[in-house]
């Protein structure tokens, strides 16, 4: 499966960016999908599981600032985030599980985005 991301970019505390995670495979056949983040001299952090609407997950550093979603019809995971602080720069990458009916076993990833908070 190949995963690209997009929408990253540089904004000033409080401010909101969507990021887009578009898939090769068809997203019908992904359980789940995940967005990561890593920010300088930090352990990768996972900040944001969905598999459907109603299953939804959230780290405590970003909860009620962003909203996972996906489209299944358009094969892309969004990732909306308001009041956007200085730590939350990083850089921000999707992952997905094995496709089901895929030979492969492993989870994907996308190439990340830098995302850029300023005080």
């Known amino acids: 499966v190949k995963l690209v991301e997009s929408g990253g970019g540089w904004v000033q505390s409080g401010g909101s960016l969507r990021l887009t995670c578009t898939s090769s495979?068809?997203?019908?056949?992904?359980?789940?999908m995940r967005w990561y983040r890593e920010a300088p001299g930090k352990q990768r952090e996972l900040i944001a599981r969905?598999?459907?609407?109603?299953?939804?997950v959230y780290a405590d550093s970003v909860k009620g600032r962003f909203t996972v979603s996906r489209d299944n019809a358009k094969n892309t995971l969004f990732l909306q985030m308001d009041a956007l602080k200085p730590e939350d720069t990083a850089v921000y990458s999707c992952?997905?599980?094995?496709?089901?009916?895929?030979?492969?076993?492993?989870?994907?990833w996308g190439q990340g985005v830098q995302v850029t908070v300023s005080s």
């Open positions: 992952n997905a599980d094995p496709p089901v009916g895929a030979l492969a076993d492993h989870d994907s």
């Open positions: 495979v068809e997203m019908i056949r992904i359980e789940e």
């Open positions: 969905i598999r459907t609407a109603d299953f939804t």
